[in-house]
T-cell receptor, first 109, second 115 residues
Framework: QQPVQSPQAVILREGEDAVINCSSSKALYSVHWYRQKHGEAPVFLMI?????EQKGHDKISASFNEKKQQSSLYLTASQLSYSGTYFCGTDPTGNQFYFGTGTSLTVIP | DTEVTQTPKHLVMGMTNKKSLKCEQH?????MYWYKQKAKKPPELMFV???????INESVPSRFSPECPNSSLLNLHLHALQPEDSALYLCASSQSLAGGRNTQYFGPGTRLTVL
């Protein structure tokens, strides 16, 4: 039931772009994205509720392809503050929640 | 106020001890969650309370016992834990369960070490 993310890890220089993918073997009705910095709690980034929906704020956006059971997170012009582990998350039954496998993102100067 | 608080921040306990973790939120949320997170792994759902009733119990060993005294408080009682239970325990809350449409707000976690 756990979504699979790719890549597992990525290192970027400041200003570079990155894409993180999230795939599920089960139907997706919604996708959540969270970022967790080392030693801290996960912080909500955004939720996508409809197939084809795209959302974003600042330079972080996401898309949701319900048919392909996939979501992607786009980070543009990365900043040092973007470093952390990114998790997608899904609720396949309406009352459970599964985090994805996680993607470690490191932004270097 | 979007804050979820957890106490204590750190806990060290022996395998014969009994201890409790506490979580509190004042956002009027009606769903509360306990997660367990091992190093370099995603959080794993343990328990979900909805309207103060246990909704989900993800086959967690009985040495973990949740309690929801009221809509703002969530406890996790620990007894006879094993060293492999050492982990970060995260509490979260959301407005309701409502089919995965609600944002979860996480507390800072309790770092538990079992000796």
């Amino acid at each position: 039931q756990q979504p699979v993310q790719s890549p597992q890890a990525v290192i970027l220089r400041e200003g570079e772009d990155a894409v993180i993918n999230c795939s599920s073997s089960k139907a997706l009705y919604s996708v959540h994205w969270y970022r967790q910095k080392h030693g801290e709690a996960p912080v909500f980034l955004m939720i996508l509720l409809k197939g084809g929906e795209q959302k974003g704020h600042d330079k972080i956006s996401a898309s949701f392809n319900e048919k392909k059971q996939q979501s992607s997170l786009y980070l543009t012009a990365s900043q040092l503050s973007y470093s952390g582990t990114y998790f997608c998350g899904t609720d396949p039954t309406g009352n459970q929640f599964y985090f994805g496998t996680g993607t470690s993102l490191t932004v270097i100067p | 106020d979007t804050e979820v608080t957890q106490t204590p921040k750190h806990l060290v306990m022996g395998m014969t001890n009994k201890k409790s973790l506490k979580c509190e939120q004042h956002m009027g949320h009606r769903a509360m969650y306990w997660y367990k997170q091992k190093a370099k792994k995603p959080p794993e759902l343990m328990f979900v309370y909805s309207y103060e009733k246990l909704s989900i119990n993800e086959s967690v060993p009985s040495r973990f016992s949740p309690e929801c005294p009221n809509s703002s408080l969530l406890n996790l009682h620990l007894h006879a834990l094993q060293p492999e239970d050492s982990a970060l325990y995260l509490c979260a809350s959301s407005q309701s369960l409502a089919g995965g449409r609600n944002t979860q707000y996480f507390g800072p976690g309790t770092r538990l070490t079992v000796l």
